[in-house]
């Protein structure tokens, strides 16, 4: 008998659940480059115990190497991929009736034991798709999930991921208790009516399932928003600090990690794999005499499933209030798949409510760049900058950059602090990095550039009552 939700609950405890799929093959990524993946000691040599058979409906083009990228990341061969050219996805069974034979064959042909599509399916098309071709069926939402879940390490990352897959299952449930009837003796009853004493208000296992689910849910939710109060707090001191926040955001494996390292000499996990970092991390830097905060936040890809992108609200509010958002793209990348991933990009912030914010494009991995695509790149993208956070190039034309865009907000002040104060000077030398002083009778004089923000709160102490 299947496990029910319920036993999964009282068994596992919280956390998100991984597939557990590790073949043994080396693939290419969407970069050429080729990874191996470790697959169990039992395995045959050379065969992948997950082969997933990639398949997607597009209305024009046979592209599926970022499904493959992720099922790479989540540990399962690519052995064979089918497109079918349609306008959308058809509704009962995602590829067209006639579509349906040809995959059957095709999965046999592959020796493939799993179907992989490209788009999220919807409960209906994901169990139509797999009654037809009697092997299991995964979507695209699916399969990020299932990375989300073998990458996240915090707690709070793991609660973020765990309300996400509960929230895409909870849709999903219907049908897979077709072999109960109404708990008690009703099914065996003449003429398939409900037995004696089974008559009335009863409940089935799969409402007992989402009931449990939606139990989950609201527990989640309620621990989340606490995760969010003391983001708020960590906020608020940083707020006082008067830092300027600095934002790296990206589609995933955009090498956002890398620069962050580089930048601050942070120690983030590095690899070349798709969201290898879930879980935000902030370090102090400082550039030109100023001190900054900036961020590495979780990376973006194309269509990005709803319900991750409403669970980790609390981690993706570190973008949405950032003074400036560093836009890091692949610069390797082919100019069409480029220009998707910054359309992603741009989805999600619009999404939620980043889209206003400042950014400065930063055109990644110069490094793998021939001399004429790296011109070629510049006269593209006129207003970006061109870095390697692998070699270290670029990255004092991005630092002057970055100053620049701090320096249209910031206002000139002229101020007298009295020598009983000093620990405001010492706050206006972390915020303001290069100020003018000048020791007098009655104080000590600054004239010092500060943003607006800041200035308000040195206002009392300004020459003749106002900023210069």
């Not at 996805?89 to 992989?116: F, M, Q, R, W």
């Not at 990352?157 to 049908?175: C, D, F, I, T």
């Not at 934002?247 to 290898?276: C, I, P, Q």
């Not at 602090?417 to 002083?437: I, S, T």
């Amino acid at each position: 008998m299947p496990v029910t939700f319920a036993g999964m609950l009282r068994g596992r405890g919280s956390g998100p659940r991984r597939i557990r799929l590790k073949p043994v093959s080396s693939v290419k990524n969407r970069n050429g480059r080729v990874a191996q993946t470790p697959g169990r000691p039992d395995a045959p040599v050379g065969r992948a115990r997950q082969r997933a058979l990639a398949i997607g409906v597009l209305e024009h083009g046979e592209d599926l190497s970022e499904l493959e990228e992720l099922l790479r990341t989540a540990g399962v061969a690519t052995v064979g991929q089918m497109v079918q050219h349609r306008e959308q996805a058809h509704p009962n069974t995602y590829v067209g009736p006639g579509k349906l034979e040809e995959l059957k064959a095709a999965i046999s042909a592959c020796d493939a034991n799993v179907v992989a599509c490209d788009d999220e399916l919807s409960p209906r098309q994901g169990r139509n798709l797999e009654e037809a071709l009697g092997t299991p069926v995964v979507d695209r939402t699916a399969i990020i999930l299932d990375i989300f879940a073998g990458h996240a390490h915090s707690a709070e990352g793991k609660l973020q991921v765990e309300l996400a897959q509960l929230e895409y299952n909870l849709a999903r449930m219907r049908g897979l208790w077709t072999h109960l009837e109404r708990l008690g003796a009703g099914a065996g009853a003449p003429g398939g009516g409900p037995g004696i004493g089974t008559r009335g208000p009863g409940e089935t296992q799969i409402e007992t399932d989402r009931r449990l689910a939606r139990d989950r849910i609201t527990a989640l939710r309620r621990r989340l928003a606490g995760v969010r109060r003391s983001r708020e707090t960590m906020r608020a001191e940083r707020t006082r600090a008067q830092l300027p926040e600095v934002a790296l955001v990206g589609y995933t494996n955009a090498g956002k990690s890398t620069l962050l390292n580089r930048l601050t000499g942070a120690e983030v996990g590095v690899r070349d794999r798709l969201f290898h970092t879930l879980d935000p991390t902030t370090r102090a830097w400082r550039l030109g005499g100023r001190g900054y905060l900036l961020t590495d936040t979780v990376g973006f890809i194309r269509k990005l499933p709803h319900q991750l992108v409403d669970a980790f609200g609390a981690t993706l509010e570190e973008t949405r209030l950032a003074d400036l958002l560093l836009h890091v793209v692949d610069a390797s990348a082919p100019e069409e798949e480029l220009n998707e991933m910054m359309r992603a990009v741009h989805d999600v912030l619009e999404e939620i409510g980043a889209g206003d914010r400042p950014r400065v494009l930063v055109l990644n991995k110069a490094d793998a760049l021939a001399a004429d695509a790296r011109e070629d790149v510049r006269l593209r993208h006129p207003d970006s900058v061109l870095v390697s956070a692998l070699t270290g190039e670029g990255l004092e034309e991005l630092g002057e950059r970055i100053e620049a865009e701090f320096a249209r907000s910031l206002r000139d002040v002229e101020l007298l602090l009295p020598y009983r104060d000093g620990d405001r000077l010492a706050e206006l030398h972390e915020v303001a990095g290069d100020l003018v002083r000048e020791d007098t009778p009655e104080g000590v004089r600054v004239k010092v550039r500060l943003p607006a923000t800041v200035a308000a709160r040195f206002e009392r102490y300004a020459v003749n009552g106002r900023p210069a």
